[in-house]
């Protein structure tokens, strides 16, 4: 990590070359799709601080959250064009560009939210990431979601208690066979239409971070469902050619707020996780965990998921032969 001198010294170069070139200070946009005081939107905005902070009004960042620019389908494709500078979005919605991110919505794929993050420093991590650039989209950081659960209006203790749920996924076709596979019906939506659909009785419940389901939605979810089925995160992404093209030393103070702004959203999932759910547990809601048989009935259901996706096999043998299961 970056001395605190050599942030200084970086911040002072940084304001060298704008005034030297006697330029506007420069203009970052980032589009995210998760609601106002979602954990990603608290750090992402925490970032955007620190950068304006280091380079000492240097660097303007614009933070538009609750989908006001760009459902998160529709920022892919604008990160990629160039549309868009920055973009916080669930890792599922980039399979657009890299399909192979798909791997990440299997059933069952990590142990643990520790073995999600560690996936990203190997090495088969770091090849799907470095494909994106391909595309002209660079991955600057991942942010673990914590828990992924299964919130619903009626509680969820064993396979058959599936049946006939909607239930909304966030990771598109891989996650919507898995929960039919369970014995119910998935259903894809954008997360600024969550709240709606859960108020209108559209699905019966939904899949996501424990974490927000506990500061928003334990009146009408009041039940959640803990199991090892999904772990996943937040990517943090740029459009490659802005990135490339900023000046070496603000690129290094971004990089640094990054650090940053990472261990900070890891520390918030896991403090709203446990506070939160707390809250949520005292107001009524109850939270189910699956015993080993139970989650064993759960992983033999789905278990052919995976299957369905042959162009990926290699990358899952990769996965499950490093220890992550």
Same mark, same amino acid.
């Given at each position: 990590?970056?001395?605190?001198?050599?942030?200084?010294?970086?911040?002072?170069?940084?304001?060298?070359?704008?005034?030297?070139? %006697?330029? *506007?200070?420069? #203009?970052?946009?980032?589009?995210?799709?998760?609601?106002?005081?979602?954990?990603? %939107?608290?750090?992402?905005?925490?970032?955007?601080?620190?950068?304006?902070?280091?380079?000492?009004?240097?660097?303007? !960042? *614009?933070?538009?959250?609750?989908?006001?620019?760009?459902?998160?389908?529709?920022?892919?494709?604008?990160?990629?064009?160039? %549309?868009?500078?920055?973009?916080? #979005?669930?890792?599922?919605?980039?399979?657009?560009?890299?399909?192979?991110?798909? !791997?990440?919505?299997?059933?069952?794929?990590?142990?643990?939210?520790?073995?999600?993050? @560690?996936?990203?420093?190997?090495?088969?991590?770091?090849?799907?990431?470095?494909?994106?650039?391909?595309?002209?989209?660079?991955?600057?950081?991942?942010?673990?979601?914590?828990?992924?659960?299964?919130?619903?209006?009626?509680?969820?203790?064993?396979?058959?208690?599936?049946?006939?749920?909607?239930?909304?996924?966030?990771?598109?076709?891989? *996650?919507?066979? @898995?929960?039919?596979?369970?014995?119910?019906?998935?259903?894809?939506?954008?997360?600024?239409?969550?709240?709606?659909?859960?108020?209108?009785?559209?699905?019966?419940?939904?899949?996501?971070?424990?974490? &927000?389901?506990?500061?928003?939605?334990?009146?009408?979810?009041?039940?959640?469902?803990?199991?090892?089925?999904?772990?996943?995160?937040?990517?943090?992404?740029?459009? /490659?050619?802005?990135?490339?093209?900023?000046?070496?030393?603000?690129?290094?103070?971004?990089?640094?707020?990054?650090?940053?702004?990472? =261990? &900070?959203?890891?520390?918030?999932?896991?403090?709203?996780?446990?506070? /939160? @759910?707390?809250?949520?547990? /005292? =107001?009524?809601?109850?939270?189910? !965990?699956?015993?080993?048989?139970?989650? /064993?009935?759960?992983? =033999?259901?789905?278990?052919?998921?995976?299957?369905?996706?042959? %162009?990926?096999?290699?990358?899952?043998?990769?996965?499950?032969?490093?220890?992550?299961?």
């Amino acid at each position: 990590m970056l001395s605190r001198i050599t942030l200084w010294a970086a911040g002072l170069a940084i304001l060298g070359v704008l005034h030297q070139a %006697d330029a *506007q200070p420069i #203009s970052v946009r980032v589009s995210s799709e998760a609601p106002i005081n979602h954990f990603s %939107d608290l750090a992402i905005k925490s970032w955007g601080k620190r950068v304006e902070e280091l380079t000492k009004g240097g660097v303007k !960042v *614009q933070i538009f959250p609750a989908g006001q620019l760009y459902t998160d389908r529709e920022a892919v494709r604008a990160i990629s064009r160039g %549309d868009l500078d920055m973009n916080v #979005s669930i890792t599922a919605w980039m399979t657009q560009i890299e399909p192979k991110l798909i !791997v990440l919505d299997m059933p069952y794929m990590f142990g643990s939210m520790d073995e999600f993050v @560690t996936f990203w420093d190997s090495a088969a991590g770091r090849n799907l990431l470095t494909g994106l650039e391909k595309r002209n989209v660079r991955a600057l950081a991942i942010w673990p979601t914590g828990n992924i659960v299964v919130a619903t209006r009626r509680p969820v203790r064993k396979l058959e208690d599936f049946s006939n749920l909607k239930i909304r996924v966030f990771g598109g076709r891989a *996650q919507e066979l @898995t929960v039919r596979a369970l014995g119910g019906q998935g259903a894809t939506i954008a997360a600024p239409e969550v709240a709606a659909a859960i108020e209108t009785g559209v699905v019966d419940g939904t899949n996501g971070a424990q974490a &927000y389901w506990a500061n928003n939605f334990p009146a009408k979810l009041p039940f959640v469902t803990q199991s090892n089925m999904w772990r996943n995160g937040f990517g943090v992404w740029a459009n /490659a050619k802005f990135w490339n093209g900023l000046p070496q030393n603000v690129r290094t103070v971004m990089e640094e707020a990054m650090r940053e702004a990472t =261990a &900070y959203e890891r520390k918030l999932v896991a403090e709203q996780e446990e506070g /939160a @759910t707390k809250k949520a547990v /005292a =107001a009524g809601a109850e939270v189910i !965990v699956l015993s080993p048989q139970e989650e /064993a009935r759960w992983r =033999a259901a789905t278990a052919s998921i995976a299957g369905q996706y042959p %162009d990926i096999a290699d990358l899952i043998s990769q996965i499950r032969a490093s220890g992550k299961k």
